[in-house]
């Protein structure tokens, strides 16, 4: 069973920074599709951001491009997501899970970890 642990969100002004982190166990990573997700309220959970098991490969959403990148360090079975220029519309809770290859959008796991709390100010 795979286990999805996210950290690293908090209270931000407008314009600041953030990383996310989502550490992996119970299921091999180094081979895994990840993807970040979020989900604000009032709105459906949607994918925002996902990269290949190497790392070589990314996509993101159109209102996150150039200004989130997504990373990942297999060695430590870590995704990263990587926030600058945060903006209020940023205000979700983020989770991360496996991604379908096929289906990058998708989630591949029913195991949803608690996600992390992302909040910015103006």
């Known amino acids: 069973q795979a286990q999805l642990v996210e950290s690293g969100g908090g209270l931000v002004q407008a314009g600041g920074s953030l990383r996310l982190s989502c550490v992996v166990s119970g299921r091999t990573f180094s081979t895994s599709a990840m993807g970040w997700f979020r989900q604000a309220p009032g709105t459906e959970r949607e994918s925002i951001a996902t990269?290949?098991?190497?790392?070589?490969?990314?996509y993101y959403i159109r209102s996150v491009k150039g200004r989130f990148t997504v990373s990942r360090d297999n060695a430590k079975n870590t995704m990263y997501l990587q926030m600058n220029s945060l903006q209020v519309e940023d205000t979700a809770v983020y989770y991360c899970?496996?991604?379908?290859?096929?289906?990058?959008?998708?989630?591949?796991?029913?195991?949803w970890g608690q996600g992390t709390q992302v909040t910015v100010s103006s």
């Open positions: 899970n496996f991604v379908r290859r096929d289906r990058p959008d998708a989630p591949a796991s029913r195991n």
């Open positions: 990269i290949n098991p190497s790392g070589d490969t990314t």
